[in-house]
Nanobody
């Protein structure tokens, strides 16, 4: 079973930056499409960004486009989420998700497409 472990969440002031990391035990990591989702209490889980197995295709939610960037390092079995120009509304628990795919260019923007999830990391943005 694939194990995903997120790190990097913390308290940061509005306008600041954070980089979240998600280390995967999945082998080979290069066969997994990966994504980041976030959730706040009382709200549904929200798609943030996704990246294809090859890293060549990415997708970012409109709410974070231009501020967040998803990337991956297949040699390190790690996916990242660079978060810049943070806003208080970005406050949430951020989850890493993964799924093994047959096509290197595939990714998904819906949570139910992923079958491996991390435990989450808390990001808090103060105003």
């Amino acid at each position: 079973q694939v194990r995903l472990v997120e790190s990097g969440g913390r308290l940061v002031q509005a306008g600041g930056s954070l980089r979240l990391s998600c280390a995967s035990s999945g082998r080979p990591f290069s066969n997994y499409a990966m994504a980041w989702f976030r959730q706040t209490p009382g709200k549904e889980r929200e798609f943030v960004a996704a990246i294809s197995a090859s890293g060549g295709n990415t997708n970012h939610a409109d709410s974070v486009k231009g501020r967040f960037t998803i990337s991956r390092d297949n040699a390190r079995n790690t996916v990242y989420l660079q978060m810049d120009s943070l806003k208080p509304e970005d406050t949430a628990v951020y989850y890493c998700a993964g799924v093994r795919v047959l096509q290197q260019g595939s990714y998904y923007t819906t949570g139910r497409a992923y079958n491996a999830w991390g435990q989450g990391t808390q990001v808090t943005v103060s105003s």
